[in-house]
């Protein structure tokens, strides 16, 4: 049989129109996003309290207050296991220094602790916070699942002129960020050392 001009057309038209077809299909699928992890991911990494760990921190998402100043922060992220499940209702403990570098040693300013939701989520608004002699700015954050060790660790922020000066700090605790209405939005997933 020879191949028409015509008959190759109308071949190639058909091709592209189910291969079109196709591509439709799977556009209109809505899948899960990834978590930001692999199989046999790497915990994360450890970093120590420092002086200002104060225990029974106030439960709340929120850690600013009336005529705090300082740039606002929402903080978002997942505790995930190291092949990638989310870890519900883990406890996430965090505190800060303020705007100017100092912390509040006599009340609970800039500290709170949360429970992540059913799908491993939390959310914390905050500030950036200052600079103190020898630190870069960083948030500290103990992670937890029930009945499990508890992860000390800190958060840093990219592009910190202070981040190589800083003996502690971890590029693998890097937030992502971006601008955002108001502040900056940050984000990062914990993985803890379990499966």
Request: with cysteine; net charge positive; glycine share 10%.
């Amino acid at each position: 049989m020879t191949l028409s001009r015509r008959l190759l057309l109308r071949a190639a038209a058909a091709m592209l129109s189910s291969t079109a077809s196709l591509g439709a299909a799977f556009a209109q699928t809505s899948l899960p996003p990834t978590p930001s992890c692999d199989d046999g991911d790497d915990p994360t990494p450890q970093q120590t309290a420092g002086p200002f760990f104060k225990p029974r921190s106030p439960q709340r998402q929120s850690l600013i207050e009336p005529g705090m100043g300082g740039t606002r922060i929402a903080l978002t992220g997942m505790v995930l296991t190291r092949t990638c499940r989310p870890v519900p209702n883990a406890l996430l403990d965090l505190w800060q220094a303020d705007a100017r570098g100092n912390y509040d040693n006599r009340g609970f300013r800039l500290r709170g602790h949360q429970f992540t939701d059913a799908q491993g989520r939390y959310r914390f608004e905050t500030i950036v916070p200052g600079r103190y002699p020898g630190r870069t700015p960083h948030l500290h954050l103990r992670v937890q699942a029930k009945g499990r060790p508890i992860l000390t660790t800190q958060l840093y922020f990219p592009g910190e002129a202070g981040n190589t000066g800083d003996g502690l700090f971890d590029p693998a605790l890097l937030m992502r960020t971006q601008p955002a209405a108001g502040g900056i939005e940050a984000k990062y997933d914990f993985v803890l050392a379990m499966r």
